[in-house]
């Protein structure tokens, strides 16, 4: 093992990953709610390990060749991040009952897992800001190592990720006392839909 390497990767994942984007908001909003966390953690990981091997492995030359697929899928993307902005925004207008009362006696009952895991699916390959971070970014740095010191800054980058959204996943739980408040949540929902928005406007060309 490359240590060296490895530890470039993790710095450069930790870097980026910190930023609360549209994909870190979602989990931590579902983090407080305690609402499939396991799944919604282990799709997220899973997803940005796939990426990044992807990325180092020398897949973004595709993004050069095929750049009108690249952008229709921006525009998918970015479409899919205005509707769940503006589904935020109304939020913090009116919090739903339910997430008041979902923090209150514990995990939510009335979110199903199919839509869930389709929603964290949307969020993390529909989102331009993770193909940017992990995709592109990464995968450049990594294509910048030694041939024989690749796997280990792969590895540094997914240890990162993977430590990242359990963390972010499971010690939102600590939040809750504090959203057990409608303001607390009028808050949460009107910086994420605010942020979510500010993204899509600024990434569309």
């Known amino acids: 093992m490359n240590w060296l390497s490895f530890s470039h990767g993790a710095a450069l994942c930790a870097s980026l990953i910190v930023t609360i984007g549209a994909q870190n ?10 609402s499939h966390v396991g799944k919604i953690v282990a799709l997220c990981a899973l997803s940005d390990f796939i990426l990044i091997g992807a990325g180092v ?10 750049p009108v697929f690249v952008h229709a899928m921006l525009y998918v993307g970015l479409a899919y991040l205005a509707w769940f902005g503006i589904n935020a925004l109304r939020r913090a207008v009116r919090p739903g009952r339910a997430v008041l009362d979902a923090v209150a006696s514990g995990p939510a009952p009335s979110q199903r897992a199919l839509p869930i895991i389709l929603m964290t699916l949307a969020f993390t390959w529909l989102n331009p800001h993770v193909y940017l971070d992990t995709f592109l970014l990464i995968g450049t740095a990594g294509a910048r190592e030694p041939q024989g010191a690749r796997v280990a800054f792969a590895l540094g980058a997914m240890a990162v990720s993977g430590i990242w959204f359990v963390g972010l996943g499971y010690g939102a739980r600590m939040l809750a006392p ?9 808050v949460l929902d009107g910086a994420i839909g ?3 928005l500010l ?3 600024t990434q569309l060309r």
Do not use: T
Request: hydrophobic share 55%; proline share 0%.
């Open 25 to 34: 908001a979602f989990v931590l909003r579902q983090g407080i709610m305690r």
């Open 57 to 66: 492995g020398g897949a973004s030359v595709l993004v050069e060749r095929y």
């Open 178 to 186: 504090l959203f057990r408040r409608a303001s607390a949540w009028r």
């Open 194 to 196: 605010s942020m979510v």
């Open 199 to 201: 993204l899509a406007v």
